[in-house]
DNA sequence: GCGACAG
DNA sequence: ATCTTGTCGC
């Protein structure tokens, strides 16, 4: 009855084509507001989907607290694959699941940390962007490949920064979470700027490439399994 | 027309 | 993302 997490406002349905799915992104992205993170969050969440034989999406949000970063609930749901898979329109793809899953926390997060881009993006509503959007909580975009943007080799050093470009704006940062590894693509979702957005994702990691909250909902997002 | 393209 | 065996390295 009491979820943890409920839209902030109910912004629209997912009952798109491709080109209607664009057209919502050009509308939703002015909204995204690009801001220090204003509070320290002591409840941090890491979302993931995966995907079951081509026609299931299981979606799996790990909360977490901070600084501990020892993980408080773990949820997964396991829905329809309703919308392809197009560059530039995962968010359609992924996101009913994972609301799904995020109305199972029994706490809402103070900043959420999800598996992709967010203003990285086309039409600067990349996943991260359109959930932050959709609850009003902070969020943050980590992706492990590039959608768009050009940006120079960052140093081989855990921590070692890029800036990521498109169209002569900044978008995002590439980060070498751990030294000679492949970077990720950290970027803004919505209520975080550039810096806030790399310093959580910095100070979320432990010995591996992902954040934790990132790395523990992709483990659940596999192997399908929920937890408290 | 051609290449690029989160998960 | 998923499929899918062995292999290299700490």
Redo the contacts with the bound molecule.
Sequence with gaps: MTSGVSPATSLHDWNLDPAAARQL?ATLAPAVRLQPLPVRPSLIAGV???????RWI?AAVTLMRFPELMPVQTVVARTPCRFP??????????MPGLLAALEQLEEAPALIL?????I???RR??????LGLWLGIPAI????????GSHPEPGRERGATAPLVDADMRVGTVLRTRTDVRP??VSPGHLVDHDSAVEWVMRTLTRYRLPEPIRLA?RA??SGGAKS
């Design positions: 992104q993931d989907c995966g995907l079951e034989r081509q299981r898979y197009v560059p530039g329109l995962l968010s359609f793809r992924e999800c598996d992709g881009q967010g990285a993006h086309p509503l990349g996943i991260a962007s359109h975009g980590v992706g492990k490949s590039r959608l768009i990720v693509f992709d997002s596999r």
